[in-house]
Each structure stands twice: as C-alpha cells, then as structure tokens.
C-alpha cells in the first residue's frame, strides 16, 4: 500500500520553473531517497510534502487522506509529518529535553518519561538533556532533532539531508542508526540529499530528481545498473558509456563483443557498463582468446583497498590505439602498473540506452 | 501507525481549511497579519489626514506666502544641521561604547553596559533643564548637537550592543582565517552586519530631533517643532502651524527614504548551522583599556552627572517644601497607569508590522512602515490636536478620555516598538517556526512560541523605550488627558514655566527613578539571550 502519492506537481516562482509534473508514489513503511544535483528542486519538494510550501499544481495524499489538491490544503500543523532539516534548527531558547518534547502532547511524569525514551532510542545519554543546543556537536544536534521529530509519531519523516553536516565516519553510522530506527517504527521515510552513495545506501526506492523533473525512480540496484539515460547513469556513479552495434543480444562495440540485457537488432545504440563490470587480466605474449580486447595501463590512482586504473585501449584487429580511455576498479595491492599490457574483459550485461 | 490526524481530522478536509492565496503567505495567519498590519498603519494616517485636510482648507494661495518665506528657511537650515551633525556623533558614540562593554575585557564593563543605558531614564527637556541651570549662557545650536547626542546615544548603543551579542562568532572566525586583521574584520564582517541595528537606531534619533520641543525650547534653539508649538499657542489652530508641519512632514519622508535605502534587503538571520559559541573577547592593552575607561566616563558624567548634580543642587536648594506627596503621588501613579498600558498596547500593535517586515518585506510592507514613521515623526502636538479636532467631530464620547492618550502614544510611539521588534524577529529564521508547524503547533502557537520568545529581548527593549517615552511625554497629554489629570511630565513642565526650577526638581527626580529600574530591565533583557 502507498502511503504518500503526488500527482502532478507543479510549482514556479516568477518565471522560473522550480517543479514540473512530478509523479511519485511512496509505499507504506519504506525508505525512499530524492536524489539530485543542487538546485534541482528537491528540497522544495520536501517542503511542500510537509505543508511550507504550496503546489502552483497537483494533488498530494497521505494515508488516502488528501493533503492539497485545487482547491483545499492541509496546513502543516495538522500534517502529522516530522521534518529534520540539514542543521537540525533546534530551538535556541529550550533545552534538549524541551526540544524533544515540544511537540508531545502529555504532561509531566508521562512526558518526561517519553522524552528519556526517546533519548535512549536516538542513543543520546539521558544527562544531557538540560543542556542546550549551543552545547551539544554537530551530530548529537542532529539526534536531538530526530527524536524531537519521532516524538510526536509521525505518519511520515521528512529528512532534509540531515547527515551532510556530519564527518565521513559519523555520517555512516548516523544513517545506518537512522534507517534502523525508522524501519523498527515502521515510520514511512522520505530523504533528500545530493550525495549519490548516501542516496543508494539508504533508498529502498530511489528518485533521482534533475531541473525540477523527476527523471527517473525505482530500486536503487534498478537505477544503478538500468538507467535511462547517461546523466543519471553518470549522477548514480563512474560509468563506461560508449557507442556500439546490437545485433541478437550482443553489442558490438571498441571492448569487442558483450551481451545487452534488451534486445535490438542492427541498431546503433550508446552502450553503459559500470567500472566493476570490468576486469583486466595482464596477457601472455601470444594472446590466443577471442573475447574481450587488449588495452595498456595509462594511469594508476591507488585507494587503499582499491585501486582505479586508466587503460587505454587497442583496435580488436590491428592492434593500433583506439583511443578510447576507461577507468576500471580493481583490487588494489594486485593492480597492474603504468605501461603494462592487459586484457579487458567484461561480466554481466551492457545496459542499452534508449535512443532519446 | 495512525490513519487518521489526532483531532478527528479524517480524509476529508474541513472547509475552514480551503486554499487561500498563494505565495509566502499561504494560509490563514498571512491574511490575518495583513489585515491588522493594515488597520493598524490606517489609524496612524489620522494626523496626515488631519494635515493634509487642513491644507486643503486653507488652499494654495493661502499655503505659498506661509512656506515661501525666509522663515522656514532659516528653520529648515537649523534642523538639517541638528540632524547631519548629531546623527553621526550619536552612531560613533554608541558603536565604540557598544564595543568596548561586548566584546573587550574593559574593567567593569557589566556596569558600563548599565551606565550607557540609563541616560534614557533623564528627560530630555530634563537634560536641557540641567545644562541651562549649569551654564545659563548656554544656547544655540552646539548646545542642541551637545544635549541631543547625550540624550539619544543610547537609542544607538542598545541595538548595536544586543546585536553584537548575537552574531554569529563562526564568521569572525572565518574573516580572520582568511587573512584579515582585527581591525579588517570589525569594518568589513561586523560592521556591516550591523547595519540593521545602526539604521533602526539612527533613524530613532533623528525622528526623535524632528519631534523633540521642550529640549530645544529651554536653550532657545529655533527647529520647526519649536516654531509650530509657538504658532499654535499664540494661534491655536491656525494654518502657519500646519503648513510648517508639512513641511516637516516632508523632511521625515526624506529620512525615511534614506533609511530604508541604507537597510537595503540582505538576510540578517542567522544562516550558519546548530546554535551559536559565545563571543570572543578581545584583550585591550593598558593604554587602550585607559583610553576606554577615559570614553565611558566622559560619556556618564556629561549624561547622567550634569543632571543628578543639577537636580541633586535644586532638591537641597528647595528643602523639604518642594515635596508635596498630596501633589506628587496622584501624578506618579497616573504616569505608571498611563506607561504600562500604553507600552503593553504599542508593543502588541507592532507585532503584525514587524513580522512581515522581515518575513515578507516589500512594497506593501513598507507603505505600511512609512505610514507609522511619519505619523511618530510628527510633533506631538500635531498628534494631539488631530485626535483633538477628530474626536470632537467623530467621536465625542472618547474625547477628554484616557483612551484617546493612550491612541495617542500609539500612534506617536509604534517605532519605538516596531525597531527593537523587527531587529529581535530577524534573529529568529523562519525554519524554526516552521520546525514548529511540522511538530503540530498552528501557525499563531508556532509564532508564540519560537518566533516572540526569540525576538522577547526585542519586544522588550521595546516595550521599555515605548514606557520611557510616556514617562517623558508632555505636549499630548496636556492636550488630551481628561480633566484634572496631572502627570510628572506635565507637573514638571507647569514648574518650570513658572521658573520655579527648585519646585520642579522632585517631579525630574521621580522621572528619573521611575525609568531607572527598566533601564534595568532593558540591559537584563537584551543579555537574556537564546537560553542564556
């Protein structure tokens, strides 16, 4: 069952379009993730799902409850969405337990008795809540926010790219103590956020928004491997996009003969691999295999654990340089020098572009 | 989890709920803040009204040799001058005492703090009473420039001061990471997130030497109030008087004008993340702790020395005659009968115009503004006499009444409010109102509870400069109060033009006292910052 459905969203300020036509259905206690480039629109979708902001056009529902359409609107109050945005905004003049239980609507013993709860479920130590927000780091202001946002059960949690503030190692941990909390509550998610490995980690269902448009939305695994077209495939992570020939399931192209996942016949088409779809193997001096294709290492970028190699490749038949540079991930304490010679094989399908 | 919103709220969506208009003010609470940003800035057109009524009364043939007239030159000449030269000296003043008592480890800066807010409490006709009875020669305008920058500073120094306090210290930080010196820092980050402060307090002062009469009219400094008083004692209500208030009344939209384009339309609140550190506090050299200590004391004695010596010479010089508590008591209790209200009334009144003044500024916001601005730019008299003419024609019943007074502070002491309101609503951002929408609090709850309670240091000192205000407030009441009132105010004004200065002493003396625990009050509400 969905729990939140837009339908045909539409919103400008002036002359510039900030929303066009998004369609978006959320199913009841999932996770979904708007993803998107700054500026396109996102936020202001989210907003507008907790009731800040109003459609110019469409209709939105929650729990089959109309929230606006043409011509009513649920105020934000009455929503019963939480809302933690990017720098938690916590009230300056309440302490952390006021915070959390500003919007609990019991008094006394049972309040406080909610508040530590909550406390606990957020992981923050019960002594902390007489101190005020001026006190407290970046990410326990952030826990505090959510906890003052779970506090009032929300139907649905809005989630405005609430770990971008956050430290690499902090920001993991926060998001997955956060995805864990939601889905034991079974609180129907939306976040937003620009960062696309933040984004696929989180999404149960993903939509990747660009210039006010929601382009394309689906599991994240679906998004990442089936684009529909190169920008998305290139948002979502490093891809190999290049032209080819499809001919009965296979693609012709400059890393020889690979199998597509849809099938077109003599049609020239863009194919995309991801980087991992690649491996390269260093080649004997008489090479005797037939799939595949010989490339030279350019360029060694080592990560630690992996390593991305720029190789550059050969012409199937004479041998010459194409030209055509890839990058490929590779394991990277085994990963081949600048100037070796490998071989380029692929795994999986290539995945065809639809001609746009 | 709940399919429905607490309350009963079910699918279907009440019709108390069905769309207003779009835009930044969709919903309820827009329209309401409107509608009563609207009447309220109505009601304050009454004395334009009045005026520009009377002018065309009087007709244009009648106007040109009343205007046209070396007269209103000289005047005009005298009050640009007051203005251009006291405005700046007042801004310097209350910058550097703001920034020695905020952000230096000058000894005893708590006190100083208190010290530069207090000469609020002393009249300014009681300022002027004080340096005539000091040095009787004094006149003109260095005497006006002298005694106007001692008794308006601090309507500079106390925004310029809280807003200090309130700035972000991250962006000091940054400024200087990117190799400024503290001296590049304060003028190129600080001061100009000041701005705000400094225009709202600037053009206070210079509304306040527009209005001002018993000051200049104890040194004999000719400015058009002074002139209009005079023509209206010796005429009443004649057209001389009103065509001179025309004209001020365009010297105020002039300023106006030039305030509001210094403001300009940067966002003043707060945009970096979490809550704020405390200030940092800069470490003043002997020299310059000396040099410091050398300005607030200068600044107390010229303020409140010259004063309490005066008055202190008159009360021992008078004895224990001068106390007549049968005279005296009646009179204190209307002046705080007559202040509370009227400060409570004001400050309320202000809210609607404040808050879409920085949540939604824009034309209409501020005609709105404007109409409030020149209506308090007026000379009370001005006020006074329009409620006067108004409510004998239009409504008789509240003439002479406590009612038509307390319209009449409205409508002369609404900036004073509005000020220090709209620079407290600009430290509270919108999201958190809008945090507080999301957690179920309507829109009028969420904007008690987040937006008033951050911006209460501002309504504040606003409430408290509008209480100040009627303690000293003469010319209006004499009009308007109901028979037999008598308050410190006027019962200090009725002594004095009897020259009986000695007499006079106690009523200047309870002024002062009176004003004193709120300039407490406004000094400990200014620090009581975001949960400090």
Known sequence: ?356 | MPETLPGGVATAIPSNLRRRSRGAFAGRGGAWVIGLSVLISLLSLLPIAFVIGVSIQTGWAAIVPLVFRPRVAELLINTVLLVVITIPLCIMLGLALAWLTERTNLPGRRGWALLATAPLAVPAFVHSYAWVSLVPSIHGLPAGVLISVIAYFPFLYLPIAATLRRLDPAIEDVAESLGLKPWAVFFRVVLPQLRLAICGGALLVGLHLLAEYGLYAMIRFDTFTTAIFDQFKSTFNGPAANMLASVLALCCLAMLTAESAARGTARYARVGSGSARTQRVVRLYWEAKMLGLALQVFTCAMALGVPLITLGKWLIAGGSEVWQPDELMPALQQTLQFGAMGAVLTTCAAIPIAWLSIRSPGRLQRILESCNYITSSLPGIVVALALVTVTIHFARPIYQTTLTVLLAYLLMFLPRALVNLRAGIAQAPVELENIARSLGRSPGRALWLITLRLAAPGAAAGAALVFLAITNELTATLLLAPNGTRTLATGFWAMTSEIDYAAAAPYALLMILLSLPLTGLLYHQSKRTAGR
Request: a negative charge; glycine letters at 10%; proline letters at 5%.
């Open chain 1, 1 to 356: 069952m969905n729990a939140l459905e837009l339908y045909a969203i539409s919103k400008s300020y002036g002359d510039q379009k900030a929303l066009e036509g998004i369609n978006l259905s959320v199913p009841a206690g999932s996770r979904t993730v708007i993803v998107g480039p700054s500026g396109s629109g996102k936020t202001t979708l989210l907003r507008m799902i907790a009731g800040f902001e109003f459609p110019d056009s469409g209709r939105l529902s929650l729990n089959g409850q109309t929230l606006v359409d043409a011509t009513h609107e649920v105020p934000a109050h009455q929503r019963l969405i939480g809302y933690v945005p990017q720098d938690g905004a916590l009230f300056p003049h309440m302490t952390v337990a006021a915070n959390i239980g500003f919007g609990l609507s019991v008094k006394g013993g049972e309040k406080n008795h909610r508040i530590a709860e909550l406390m606990d479920s957020v992981a923050l130590d019960a002594s902390m809540a007489h101190r005020w927000p001026h006190e407290l780091s970046g990410g326990q202001q952030q826990r505090v926010a959510l906890a003052r946002a779970l506090a009032q059960q929300p139907r649905l949690m809005l989630l405005d790219e609430p770990f971008s503030a956050l430290d690499t190692g902090l920001r993991g941990a926060m998001r997955k103590m956060v995805a864990r909390l939601l889905s034991d509550a079974g609180v129907t998610t939306i976040l937003v956020t620009h960062d696309q490995s933040e984004a696929l980690s989180f999404a149960d269902q993903l939509a990747v928004m660009r210039g006010g448009r929601l382009v394309q939305s689906g599991h994240p695994l679906d998004l990442y491997r089936y684009p529909d077209d190169e920008q998305t495939a290139l948002f979502l992570g490093d891809a190999v996009v290049m032209p080819a020939k499809i001919e009965a399931g296979w693609a012709h192209c400059d890393l020889g003969r690979i199998p597509v996942n849809n099938h077109r016949n003599n049609h020239s088409a863009q194919i995309m691999l991801r980087p991992e779809q690649l491996q390269l193997v260093s080649i004997q001096p008489s090479p005797t295999e037939v799939v595949g294709c010989r490339a030279v290492v350019t360029d060694r970028d080592f990560s630690g654990n992996t390593c991305t190699l720029t190789v550059e490749l050969q012409h199937p038949t004479s041998g010459d340089k194409s030209g055509r540079s890839l990058t490929v991930r590779g394991s990277g304490m085994y990963a081949p020098p600048a100037g070796s010679a490998v071989h380029v094989s692929t795994i999986g399908h290539a995945h065809v572009f639809s001609e746009s």
